[in-house]
Every structure is written in C-alpha cells, then in structure tokens.
C-alpha cells in the first residue's frame, strides 16, 4: 500500500525573499503573498468556516507579517511561521463568532475515545465518481466542518497543506505526540463519516 | 500485532514514518485481519480525497482585491513607521 507525503518547497529561494522584505523590498514581500495567499485563505475558511472572517484573517496574518518580519527567526520556515499567525488570527475570529463557546486547540481532548472504526464496510474503488462535483464539495466540506476545531486544523495543516508533523506541532505550539494522536483521531473520525457515503453499494442481484 | 497496536501506529504507516520492521509487522497483521485493511485503505483514501478537493479555492477577483487591499495596508503602515 501506498504511503502519503507531503510536498515541500525549495527553501533557499524564499529565504532570500524574506530577506529583501526585511530591507523594505515590498516587491518581494508581494511575491510571499502571492505564494502563499491561497494556502491562508484555505485555511482561514476551514477553521472559522465564514467566507468574511477568511478573507478578513487574509489581510490580517499577511500584515501582521509584513509588521513583524523582523521577529521572524530563520530557522524555521517562514510559511510556518505565517500559518502560525494564521491560525491565531482565525481562531480569535472563530472565539468571537462563537462567545457561547470556549474554543481552543485543547477544548476536544476527550479522555473515552471516540474515534475507534466501528464501521469498516469497505468503500467503492472510485467513491469521488459516485457523486457529482457540487455533491462531493458538499459532502467534503459538511464532514469535515463536523470536526472540533482542534482536529479539523492538525488534520488542515497536515494534510490539505501538507505541512510535516513537526512543522504543524510548531504552527500551533502543539508537541509532536500530540499532533500525531490528533492527527490520527481526526483521520480515523473523517473516514468513518464519509464511509456513509462512499461505501460500496449493494445492488438488487446480490453482487457487490 | 493486535488490531489497537495496528491503529496506534496507521498515522506513521500512512505517512511513511515506520522503521522496516515495524512497517513489515504491520502489512503482515493487513494480509491477514480484513477489517484492519480496510480500515487503512480507505482512511489512506480518505486523505486523498481531501488532497484533491480543492475545498475553499480563491477566486481570482477576489483574490487581486485582497492582495492589493494587503499591499495598500503594509505600504500604509511603513509610512507611518518612525525613520
């Protein structure tokens, strides 16, 4: 079986533009926006799930970048260090959105587990081609906004933008151990919602 | 293996992350236990799925507004950054 990994950026290129920003070059400072713009705003929309609140988050995270690069520390990457910024920027919006609600990266750490497969009925060879494009859009975006927020943003970061574990543990000052359960409880939850809709279907002469 | 050290360690399988023999362990426990397999392969399906969705893409309209509106900002705020 086949494994998953994430892509990943040359990073001695962007170094350099981080460094012509840092000495007021907005051109190159324009260059990381348009790098990295779409990754924020995908982000943005998952965490606070309010097409508003992402593009305000957009604007936010690239300013306050733009108004701290000074702070930024080369030794890790700087689209870790925006999504980190991201993040924060999203969630505060999401606290505001929702005052009736704590919300934080911890909120969902439940001690009974309730991401175990209790339904293992195996899923159609191409399950994307049962639904049509605005049908799987729907049924992606709705299983995945039932996620607490804690997991939907490892699960975000980790594998809709494939940051590395330990890149995502850094973007949300989580420990790797962390991330990796979070990860897997956010995975196994994902799968087991979308096995309604994309396991195999029995037709009417018994065959599979 | 059992079926819970299998799931403790699906994330590292998934993500390439296992030692040989930890990974040779563990496709061993898939060619025999079917629930486990198919626990795998459609939680590896799982991620693909998301991968490719290209959820919450930006619209380009949108997308020059806001980059424009961001570089108005940042050229706002070093004006008014002391010299």
Redesign the interface.
């Known amino acids: 079986?086949?494994?998953?990994?994430p892509n990943v950026q040359p990073v001695s290129e962007e170094l350099e533009l981080v460094r012509r920003a840092k000495r007021?070059d907005?051109q190159a400072?324009?260059e990381l926006?348009?790098r990295y713009?779409?990754n924020v705003?995908?982000i943005a929309?998952?965490i606070t799930q309010n097409r508003e609140d992402?593009?305000d988050v957009?604007?936010d995270a690239?300013?306050k970048a733009?108004?701290n690069l000074a702070q930024f520390q080369e030794q890790s990457k700087f689209y870790t260090w925006l999504v980190r910024i991201a993040v924060n920027e999203a969630l505060m919006r999401l606290r505001r959105r929702r005052p009736e609600r704590t919300v934080s990266l911890d909120e969902d750490v439940k001690t009974e587990d309730d991401s175990?497969?209790r339904e293992?009925?195996?899923?159609s060879p191409n399950?994307?081609q049962m639904y049509n494009q605005a049908e799987?859009?729907e049924i992606?975006?709705r299983t995945?906004q039932g996620l607490p927020p804690g997991f939907r943003t490892v699960?975000v970061l980790r594998?809709?933008e494939?940051l590395s574990?330990e890149e995502t543990a850094e973007a949300l000052d989580l420990s790797v151990p962390a991330v990796?359960s979070r990860?897997?409880r956010a995975?196994?939850q994902?799968?087991e919602r979308?096995?309604r809709y994309?396991q195999k279907r029995v037709t009417g002469d018994g065959n599979k | 293996m059992k079926c819970t050290e299998f799931l403790d360690e699906l994330t590292n399988y998934l993500d390439g992350a296992l030692d040989d023999r930890t990974k040779s362990e563990l496709e061993d426990h898939l060619a025999w236990c079917h629930n486990c397999y198919v626990v795998c392969d459609t939680t590896r399906k799982t991620i693909e799925i998301y991968r490719n969705s290209e959820l919450y893409e930006l619209p380009d309209d949108l997308r020059g507004r806001l980059q424009s509106a961001i570089m108005t900002k940042c050229a706002q705020h070093k004006h008014k950054k002391p010299e």
């Open positions: 079986m086949s494994t998953i990994q007021g907005d400072f324009e926006v348009r713009d779409r705003f995908r929309q998952h992402a593009e957009v604007q690239f300013l733009y108004g175990l497969p293992v009925a195996d899923w399950p994307e799987l859009r992606l975006t995945v699960f594998d809709v494939g574990t990796k990860l897997l995975r196994l994902l799968r979308l096995s994309f």
